[in-house]
């Protein structure tokens, strides 16, 4: 090959090299799990739920005698159409109260590994991502319709068999954190980063940045693959708002 050749060759091999790279690090980011403009790919009672100002948003309504109690009678689910397994997920979501202030009620959480219970009525089991107003619950690990609360915020356990399966043998082995730190770094009422990662029996939640549990499920009952579900919690009236949601899988 003709030097000149090869020094023409040279910056095409380059450009290649920084395109595949490109693409490389784009599919290593992961997929949008929401288009932004509606709910294709979830499905849920659209009466609860909708999108607004580019947010997949949830919203209950009050009782016509009873302006702090919602009409929703027990909690329910916008459900993504695909499964996971091993994963990295982040999004960021936004609670308010009936006024739009970040006080008073407002309970919900991100589903992943779950079972769909009751299709018809949105109903959704396993583990969540749990976030509130409030100062108990936010970044803990929650089992909805099974275990309870596996794992307060500040907390790594293990969790063991036990004689009861639908109870759960929690050993907290050390922290992650001071749960009034973790907590003082939430927003109320305002916008916070959440991510969620499940690899093997290994589960660990943060929010803006900090941890807040890690979790070794040592269980039969330990979900490995299961649905994403995002949920409106029964009780006063909330909005609940989700955005850039990103879901990454683990090989």
Not at 65 to 72: A, F, Y
Not at 243 to 248: A, M, T
Request: net charge neutral; proline share 2%.
């Amino acid at each position: 090959m003709k030097r000149s050749s090869l020094h023409s060759i040279i910056p095409i091999l380059a450009l290649l090299a920084l395109v595949l790279t490109g693409v490389a690090a784009s599919a290593d980011e992961g997929k949008a799990l929401f288009n932004g403009k509606d709910l294709t790919g979830w499905r849920g009672f659209p009466e609860l739920w909708s999108v607004k100002d580019g947010c997949i948003t949830g919203q209950t309504q009050a009782e016509p005698t009873n302006p702090n109690k919602s009409t929703l009678k027990s909690n329910t689910f916008l459900i993504w159409e695909g499964e996971v397994s091993d994963f990295e997920l982040t999004f960021k979501y936004k609670l308010v109260d009936k006024d739009g202030q970040g006080v008073g009620f407002g309970n919900s959480g991100v589903q992943y590994r779950s079972k769909v219970l009751d299709e018809k009525g949105f109903v959704v089991g396993g583990y969540q991502a749990d976030f509130e107003i409030g100062k108990s619950y936010s970044g803990i690990l929650y089992e909805e319709k099974g275990r309870g609360i596996l794992a307060k915020r500040g907390e790594k356990v293990v969790i063991k068999e036990g004689e009861n399966p639908k109870k759960a043998k929690i050993e907290v082995t050390g922290t992650v954190g001071d749960t009034n730190e973790i907590q003082a770094g939430i927003k109320q009422g305002d916008w916070n980063e959440y991510k969620v990662i499940a690899n093997g029996n290994h589960l660990q939640h943060f929010i803006n940045g900090k941890q807040t549990v890690d979790v070794t499920d040592e269980t039969a009952e330990g979900a490995k693959k299961g649905v994403l579900a995002l949920q409106i919690h029964a009780g006063a009236p909330f909005t609940i708002q989700y955005k850039d949601i990103i879901l990454k899988e683990l090989k």
